[in-house]
T-cell receptor
Framework: SQQGEEDPQALSIQEGENATMNCSYKTSINNLQWYRQNSGRGLVHLIL?????REKHSGRLRVTLDTSKKSSSLLITASRAADTASYFC????????????FGKGTRLHILP | DGGITQSPKYLFRKEGQNVTLSCEQNLNHDAMYWYRQDPGQGLRLIYY???????QKGDIAEGYSVSREKKESFPLTVTSAQKNPTAFYLC?????????????FGPGTRLLVL
């Protein structure tokens, strides 16, 4: 079953602009992670934010978590062509022994 | 190089045939996972293993089987009972199986039906 739902499904922006992706989930979580997947490759972990954290930064990435709204956002600042990929949120579902459940992803395309 | 490897990169299956996908890790991780990804979709959990000689069904285990005889290896067999096997298969590992740790993914195996 899918818990995390990313929004939008696809996003195209000009190089240098900021890209924002959102993730909504349904149940109580211990943490939320964001992963990146280049076409035809495995996923790469980007960042993990715990349920008691509201914001976290890593380089050009900024993640927020609002547990009251059951949502998270991933902001990529000053986008580059190399950021073109699919981005997935993954939640550790407290009701399912912390099983990690992945959303369907946002496909990000950076235009030159 | 530490990491997780999958082979082959592409695999072709004939009607009624069982095929086995390899997954090996040298990260000394206890937990390993198999996911299936269909085009434009997220990952669905097939099987996972927290420790050697133990594994659990995920959300879509029907038509698949696994073994965990060694800590480093978690092969997945796609049996003839899986009627729609064409997909991208991803193996992952993590230090422990409690959702608190990062999962490290292999490069994937694309399975096609002839």
């Amino acid at each position: 079953s899918q818990q995390g739902e990313e929004d939008p499904q696809a996003l195209s922006i000009q190089e240098g602009e900021n890209a924002t992706m959102n993730c909504s989930y349904k149940t109580s979580i211990n943490n939320l992670q964001w992963y990146r997947q280049n076409s035809g490759r495995g996923l790469v972990h980007l960042i993990l934010i715990r349920s008691n954290e509201r914001e976290k930064h890593s380089g050009r990435l900024r993640v927020t978590l609002d547990t009251s709204k059951k949502s998270s956002s991933l902001l990529i600042t000053a986008s580059r062509a190399a950021d073109t990929a699919s981005y997935f949120c993954a939640t550790a579902d407290m009701n399912r022994d912390d099983k990690i459940i992945f959303g369907k992803g946002t496909r990000l395309h950076i235009l030159p | 190089d530490g990491g997780i490897t999958q082979s082959p990169k592409y695999l072709f299956r004939k009607e009624g045939q069982n095929v086995t996908l390899s997954c090996e890790q040298n990260l000394n991780h206890d937990a390993m996972y198999w996911y299936r990804q269909d085009p434009g979709q997220g990952l669905r959990l097939i099987y996972y293993s927290q420790i050697v000689n133990d594994f659990q069904k995920g959300d879509i285990a029907e038509g698949y089987s696994v073994s965990r005889e060694k800590k480093e290896s978690f092969p997945l067999t796609v049996t003839s009972a899986q009627k729609n096997p064409t997909a991208f298969y991803l193996c992952a590992s993590s230090i422990g199986e409690d959702g608190q740790e990062t999962q490290y993914f292999g490069p994937g195996t694309r399975l096609l039906v002839l």
